[in-house]
C-alpha cells in the first residue's frame, strides 16, 4: 500500500477473486448503445455492468443480480474483479455505483450462501464480503453511490463504503443496519463503518433497534449526502463526483487514507478470527433457525 502521489493504495491480493470464480463472463466487451470509440464500450460480468466513459474518466458500475442484487458470491466477486480492473487503468479516477434491478440497490448479504450451507462454504463467502469492502473502502478512486433502491444491511454497507451517496425520495427505499431483526449481529467493522459516518450514539441506538431510514432521516441522521427525486439520481451523483474530482488526486487519495485506514487495518489484523467468529456465529443452530425463519417470512410476504 505504497502512499506516494498517485499510486493507489488499496490492498492487492488479499485475496485472489478469480480463484473464486465459477461460470462468470468476465472480461466481456460490447459497444454501448449508440457508442463508437473507446469512452463508449461497456465491459464488465454477467452481474456488474460497467460503463466506463474515457472523456470525463468516470464509469458507471452497475449491479445486475436480480431479483434484489444480493450479494452472492459471484457478485462478490465479480464487483472485486471489476473495481480492481478499474482500478488499474489510468484512465479512470471515479466510480459511480449505481443498480440495474428496479426498486432495490442491494438487499445484502445473500441468505442463501450461509443457510444451511457448511461452515468451508460460510468461511469462502465471508472472505469474499471482507476482500469487497477492504477494496471499495480504501480505493484510490472516487466512489459515488446513487443509491436508486432498498439499502439494507450488506447494501449499506456498500454504500457507506463509498464516498458520497445520493439516495432517491422514494419512503420504500429504506437505508440502514437492520442485522438485529434477523438475530445476527453487525461484525465489528460494519459497526466502525457505521460510527465513521453517522456517530457513536447514533450508531448505536441505529443498530441496536435495527433501524431501517427512510430518505429524510436517512438525509437527517448523515447516512446519506443527498436525497433528490428519483429521476434526478443519476445527474445529482455525476454532479457530486465533479465536485469530488475538482481535488488534485494524490490530496484527496492521501487524505482518505488517513482517515480510513485505522478503520480497515483493524480488520486486516484480525481476518481470520473475524471469520472464524462469523462462521462459528451463523452455524448455530439458533442462528440457522433464525435466518431460515427470515428468508421464509421474505418468501411468504410475496404476492
Ligand atoms: C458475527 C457476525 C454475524 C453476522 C453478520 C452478518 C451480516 C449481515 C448483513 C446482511 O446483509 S444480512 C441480509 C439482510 N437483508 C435484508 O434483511 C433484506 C431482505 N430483503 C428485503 O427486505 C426485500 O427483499 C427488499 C426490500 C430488498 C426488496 O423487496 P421486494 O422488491 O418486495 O422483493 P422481495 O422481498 O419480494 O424479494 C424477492 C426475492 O428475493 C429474495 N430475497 C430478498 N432479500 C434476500 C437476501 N438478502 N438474500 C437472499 N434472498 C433474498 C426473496 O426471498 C424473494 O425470493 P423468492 O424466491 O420469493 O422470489
Redesign the pocket.
Known amino acids: 500500500m505504497a502512499l506516494a502521489s498517485g499510486v493507489r493504495f488499496a490492498p492487492r491480493a488479499l485475496l485472489r477473486p478469480w480463484a473464486l470464480l465459477r461460470g462468470t463472463t468476465l472480461g466481456r466487451t460490447e459497444p454501448a448503445a449508440g457508442g463508437g470509440g473507446d469512452g463508449a464500450r461497456r465491459f464488465g460480468s454477467q452481474r456488474v455492468l460497467v460503463e466506463p466513459d474515457a472523456a470525463s474518466g468516470v464509469a458507471v458500475m452497475k449491479l445486475r443480480n436480480p431479483?434484489?442484487n444480493?450479494?452472492s458470491l459471484e457478485l462478490l466477486t465479480e464487483l472485486v474483479i471489476s473495481l480492481e480492473k478499474l482500478e488499474n487503468d489510468k484512465t479512470f479516477r471515479g466510480i459511480i455505483l449505481t443498480s440495474d434491478c428496479p426498486?432495490?440497490f442491494c438487499?445484502?448479504?445473500?441468505?442463501?450462501e450461509i443457510c444451511g450451507r457448511n461452515p468451508a462454504h460460510c468461511a469462502e463467502y465471508w472472505k469474499a464480503m471482507q476482500e469487497l469492502w477492504l477494496r471499495m473502502y480504501l480505493s484510490s478512486l472516487v466512489l459515488v453511490a446513487a443509491i436508486n433502491g432498498?439499502c439494507?444491511?450488506?447494501?449499506c454497507?456498500i454504500a457507506l463504503s463509498c464516498d458520497c451517496r445520493v439516495l432517491a425520495d422514494n419512503p420504500k427505499y429504506r437505508i440502514g443496519?437492520?442485522?438485529t431483526?434477523?438475530g445476527?449481529?453487525?461484525?465489528f467493522w460494519?459497526k466502525d463503518t457505521y460510527v465513521n459516518t453517522i456517530g457513536h450514539r447514533a450508531s448505536e441506538q441505529a443498530l441496536q433497534l435495527g433501524s431501517l431510514f427512510p430518505p429524510a432521516e436517512a438525509l437527517q441522521v448523515g447516512l446519506v449526502d443527498q436525497v433528490v427525486p428519483e429521476d434526478q439520481v443519476q445527474s445529482t451523483a455525476l454532479s457530486e463526483m465533479a465536485r469530488w474530482l475538482a481535488v488534485p488526486d494524490h490530496a484527496r487519495q492521501l487524505t482518505k487514507n488517513m482517515m480510513r485506514k485505522a478503520t480497515a487495518d483493524r480488520l486486516l489484523r484480525q481476518r481470520d478470527a473475524d471469520t472464524q467468529?462469523?462462521v462459528s456465529?451463523?452455524c448455530r443452530d439458533s442462528i440457522q433457525k433464525s435466518l431460515q425463519a427470515?428468508?421464509e417470512k421474505?418468501?411468504q410476504?410475496?404476492g
Open positions: 431479483p434484489v444480493a450479494l426498486r432495490v438487499a445484502g448479504l445473500d441468505l442463501t432498498a439494507p444491511a450488506g447494501g454497507i443496519l437492520n442485522e431483526l434477523l445476527i449481529i453487525a461484525p460494519l467468529n462469523f456465529f451463523v427470515y428468508l421474505l418468501r410476504r410475496k
